[in-house]
Nanobody, 127 residues
């Protein structure tokens, strides 16, 4: 079983940057799709980004395309989310998740594809 721990959340002004990191332990994430999701108060959890284990394939929600960048280090067993030009609507709890090994859009954008989740890290963007 893999354990995931997110870090790097905090308070940032609109237009600023923040980098979230997800550290995995217990088992390697090298052959798994890794994803980031977020959930704002009163809203459903939503897909943010995902990266295939071969690091050549990435996927982003329209809301963050061009502003967020996902990356991973399979040797260090880590995945990161660089958040630039943040907006107040990016305020949410961000979750890291480890999924299966297949790269299918209809799967990687849904929570049920991911079997392991972190506890979340809060990101608050002030206007």
């Amino acid at each position: 079983q893999v354990q995931l721990v997110e870090s790097g959340g905090g308070l940032v002004q609109a237009g600023g940057s923040l980098r979230l990191t997800c550290s995995a332990s217990g088992r390697t994430i090298a052959r798994r799709v890794m994803g980031w999701f977020r959930q704002a108060p009163g809203k459903e959890r939503e897909f943010v980004s995902a990266m295939h284990w071969d690091v050549d394939s990435t996927d982003y929600a329209d809301a963050v395309m061009g502003r967020f960048t996902i990356s991973r280090d399979n040797v260090k067993n880590m995945v990161s989310l660089q958040m630039d030009s943040v907006k107040p609507e990016d305020t949410a709890t961000y979750y890291c998740a480890a999924g299966g090994g297949v790269w299918i859009e209809s799967l990687r954008r849904t929570g049920r594809f991911y079997g392991n989740w972190g506890q979340g890290t809060q990101v608050t963007v002030s206007s």
